[in-house]
């Protein structure tokens, strides 16, 4: 169970920085994506896919670019991260 529960931290981890390179260098392809994070394409396609489903980005012409919920999500991410932890260290200290 705690298994499977990282391996997803770990995807999230990896569609979080994609997302941040998006918004940092967009527009942007997949292929220079690739080369900035060090990642297999398919893996940022997956990545670019989710977060396309998600909203946090739109394809366009020239490559994704971030939308206005990938301001809000960085905007609050430290906050949010923060949440999840002291649910974590409580699981822990029971």
């Known amino acids: 169970m705690l298994g499977k529960m990282k391996d997803e931290i770990e995807l999230l981890s990896r569609h979080i920085e994609v997302a941040r390179a998006v918004a940092e260098h967009q527009p942007i392809g997949i292929m220079k994506l690739s080369e900035i994070l060090d990642l297999p394409s398919h893996r940022i396609r997956y990545s670019l896919h989710v977060l396309e489903q998600l ?40």
């Open 55 to 94: 909203g946090y980005i739109r394809a366009s012409s020239d490559g994704a670019v971030a939308t206005e919920q990938t301001r809000e999500l960085f905007m609050h991410l430290n906050e949010d991260l923060d949440d999840i932890i002291r649910l974590l260290n409580a699981m822990k200290k029971r």
